[in-house]
C-alpha cells in the first residue's frame, strides 16, 4: 500500500470518528435546548414582552434588579389554555412567600381585578400548578411578581407552559373479533385525527397506538392474541397554528379478542384416538357394525 493511500484511509477514518462524536454530542443536548425559552432582560414592561410560543417551556427568574417579568403570547385562535406554572428552587421560608402570574389582553387590559393573581406558586415547593382560563386570539400578556412578602436574598428561578385544551372523545363500543376488536367513538368537530391505544395490562403500560383518519368512524384492530383481555383508550389529535395538540385519553374499555376455531375446546365426548382404534379391531374382528 503506498503511502498516499494510507494517509486517504487514516484521514477517512478520522473524519468518520468525528462524525459519530458529533452525533453522540449532539444526543447528550438537553430538550430544553431545543424546545425552551429563557426570558430576555429587559422584559419588565409590555412593551419589552418576551415573545414566547405554545407548548413551551418558559424559564425565568425574579431576583432583586429583575422584580417582574413580562410575556406576549399570540394566539392563532381563541380557546381555553391551560397554564402549568413552577418555582424551581426550593426555598425554606417560615413566610408564606409565592410568586404570582397575571394575564392580559392586545389593549393591557387584566383578566379580572388589576391586583388578581390568576395563579399564585409557593418558593416552599417545586410542585407545578396547573389551572385554565379562555383567551382570544391575537397577543395576549402575561406578568410574573412576587408578593409582597418574598425577599431578594436569592433569585426566584421559575418556569411555566401554556397548551390548547382539546375536547376527548368516547369510546361507545369495543366489538370483539377473532384476534382483533372494532372500536366506535364520538366524533369531534374539528379533529385532524384520532389516536387509539391498547394494551394487555390495565396500566396501559408497553401499549401500542393506532393512527386513525379523522373521516374514519370505526376501526378495526388487527393481529392481536386469540382470547386475550384488552384495555382501550382513545384520544382527539387537533392542529392549531401549524401545531399539534392532543386530548386527554378516554376512559378505558375493555374487551375479549374471540377464540379461534382451530384452539377451541375439545368435544369431550368424542373418543380418546386409540380407544377408537380399538373399537375398530373389536368390530373387524367379530364382524360387528361400526360404532
Known amino acids: 500500500m503506498s503511502p498516499s493511500t494510507s494517509i486517504m484511509k487514516l484521514r477517512s477514518t478520522c473524519i468518520t470518528v468525528a462524525l459519530i462524536a458529533a452525533v453522540s454530542l449532539l444526543a447528550l443536548i438537553p430538550e430544553r435546548a431545543h424546545a425552551a425559552i429563557d426570558e430576555v432582560e429587559n422584559n419588565n414592561s409590555f412593551e419589552t414582552a418576551t415573545p414566547i410560543s405554545m407548548n413551551q417551556n418558559v424559564y425565568g427568574t425574579i431576583d ?12 392563532p385562535t381563541s380557546g381555553t389554555i391551560k397554564i402549568t406554572f413552577a418555582n424551581d428552587r426550593f426555598f425554606k421560608t417560615s413566610w408564606n412567600s409565592r410568586i404570582g402570574m397575571d394575564i392580559y389582553n392586545s389593549h393591557f387590559e387584566p383578566f379580572g381585578d388589576a391586583y388578581f393573581h390568576y395563579k399564585n406558586v409557593s418558593v416552599k ?38 397548551s390548547y385544551v382539546i375536547p376527548g372523545t368516547t369510546i361507545k363500543k369495543a366489538t ?37 383518519s379523522k373521516a374514519a368512524k370505526s376501526k378495526k384492530v388487527k393481529g392481536l ?65 361400526d360404532p
Open 225 to 289: 392474541k386469540s382470547g386475550k383481555k384488552y384495555y382501550v383508550q382513545m384520544r382527539v389529535v387537533k392542529k392549531i397554528g401549524g401545531q399539534l395538540y392532543y386530548s386527554n385519553w378516554s376512559s378505558k374499555k375493555s374487551v375479549r379478542t374471540k377464540q379461534s376455531s382451530a384452539e377451541g375446546p375439545r368435544n369431550s365426548s368424542a373418543a380418546p384416538p386409540f380407544l377408537r382404534f380399538a373399537s375398530l379391531q373389536v368390530n373387524a374382528q367379530y364382524n360387528l357394525v
Open 176 to 212: 370483539p373479533a377473532k384476534k382483533a376488536f372494532t372500536v366506535k367513538w364520538t366524533k369531534k368537530s374539528g379533529a385532524a385525527k384520532y389516536q387509539i391505544r391498547y394494551s394487555t395490562k390495565k396500566s396501559m403500560s408497553g401499549a401500542k397506538t393506532v393512527n386513525v
Open 64 to 75: 432583586s434588579s429583575d422584580k417582574e417579568d413580562y410575556f406576549e403570547i399570540n394566539l
Open 125 to 162: 415547593t417545586t410542585k407545578p400548578e396547573s389551572f385554565t382560563i379562555n383567551l382570544k386570539k391575537g397577543a395576549n400578556y402575561i406578568r410574573i411578581v412576587p408578593n409582597s412578602i418574598i425577599t431578594f436574598d436569592e433569585p426566584h428561578p421559575y418556569h411555566f407552559k401554556l
